[in-house]
């Protein structure tokens, strides 16, 4: 059996029709759960009572029609007040309360609002005026909506301007972080290219060290090669003398025999001998002829002297 909270009172005493009091329970805390079991209790009544405030989930009695929270010690109500959209009768009479929120705008079907008694915003409580007759509560209950939907409004274009701004920003910041990544490649592809530019310089200089060296390489081996032609020629000029001093002795030695065979025809007793006697007309000729070529006799005289 639903009872309120801390005083064991029985909601279903409190029940006439439509109708729920719980005026004048004491009440700390508002039994949502228990009202939540009431439906049909559209009209509820918690006035003089110990509230300071509303839980969240009280914003789930959507059934509610008339709300009488006066003489308590609300000081503020919940952000999603504004659920309660079927609620058309509200007292907020002698509480605490400084602002509403602004969800209150949704309130359409409100026709009836009091909110004498409470520290209110100078700005909200000229809005809402003295609440001293029911029409001037209803004035209040139009006045406020309005004044709560313009709020409202203010806070969606502010709410838009810092969308745009965040959106703008986040534009900015993508464009920037575009920008670094384009200059992180442009800086990329530039140490590349001097990397690049280097090993060609490195490579070319290599090579135009190993065309330098094959250069001295080649200038060297054609120094030596003109070096070793001279000892050739003398290698040849060599043995040319050599081959020229074997014949130059094979003749002085032919001579010689001559002349011994000469001397011999002339001065022995063999001088009448055939053989003999054509060996000294021979060698009368040739001294005929050495005389009269006198070159000739010179050339001899060198090569003997040689």
Known sequence: MAKAAGKGVNLKDKLDGNELDLSLCGLNEVPVKELAAFPKATVLDLSCNKLTALPSDFCSLTHLVKLDLSKNQLQQLPNEFGRL???????????????????????????????????????????????????????????????????????DRERQRQLQAE???????????????????????????????????????????????????????????KSSRPVQKSQQVHHGHSWLGILVRLVLCLLLCVLTSVVVCRVTALQHQPLCEGLNALCEHVLTMVQSHKIVQRVLQQTLQH
């Open 85 to 155: 959209v079927n609620l058309q009768h509200l007292d907020l009479l002698n509480n605490r309360l400084v602002n509403l929120p602004v969800s209150f705008c949704h309130l359409r079907n409100l026709k009836w609002l009091d909110l004498k008694d409470n520290p209110l915003d100078p700005i909200l409580a000229k809005v809402a005026g003295d609440c001293l007759d029911e029409k001037q509560c209803k004035q209040c209950a139009a006045g406020v909506l309005q004044y709560l939907k313009i709020m409202q409004s203010d806070k």
């Open 167 to 225: 959106r703008e920003l986040k534009k900015k910041l993508e464009a920037e972080q575009r920008t670094r990544e384009a200059q992180e490649r442009e800086l990329r592809r530039r140490e590349k290219a001097q990397e690049k530019e280097r090993r060609r310089r490195e490579y070319d200089a290599l090579r135009t060290a190993q065309q330098v060296l094959e250069k001295k390489t080649e200038k060297r081996n054609q120094k030596n090669h």
